[in-house]
């Protein structure tokens, strides 16, 4: 497992952009699929977006797609969400997770940080 820590959480207006910064430990970082998840106030966790080893493939929830874009860094084990037109119903903590094969299902992914909330005014 990897140990996870998220940052670039925070409050912006509606319209605006943020960008999160996930910075992973250990020495195998390149061969993990990392994954950015949401939890929304009394809301279950869902999935944002996920890359795989390379960054050559990347999956997008459909409420995200053409807003967000994630991106990794290997030589500097960060992973990224950067996040343009929020809307307010883009807030939530943001959750950065790894795990072996690309995928939406959270399941799939076995190591967690400990989330970065992020706040959408209207």
């Known amino acids: 497992q990897v140990q996870l820590v998220e940052s670039g959480g925070g409050l912006v207006q509606a319209g605006g952009s943020l960008r999160l910064s996930c910075a992973a430990s250990?020495?195998?970082?390149?061969?993990?699929?990392m994954g950015w998840f949401r939890q929304a106030p009394g809301k279950e966790r869902e999935f944002v977006a996920a890359?795989?080893?390379?960054?050559?493939?990347?999956y997008y929830a459909d409420s995200v797609k053409g807003r967000f874009t994630i991106s990794r860094d290997n030589a500097k084990n960060t992973v990224y969400l950067q996040m343009n037109s929020l809307k307010p119903e883009d807030t939530a903590v943001y959750y950065c997770?790894?795990?072996?094969?690309?995928?939406?299902?959270?399941?799939?992914?076995?190591?967690w940080g400990q989330g970065t909330p992020v706040t959408v005014s209207s």
């Open positions: 997770a790894a795990g072996r094969r690309l995928s939406r299902d959270m399941r799939t992914f076995d190591s």
């Open positions: 250990g020495r195998t970082f390149s061969t993990y699929t």
């Open positions: 890359i795989n080893w390379s960054g050559g493939s990347t």
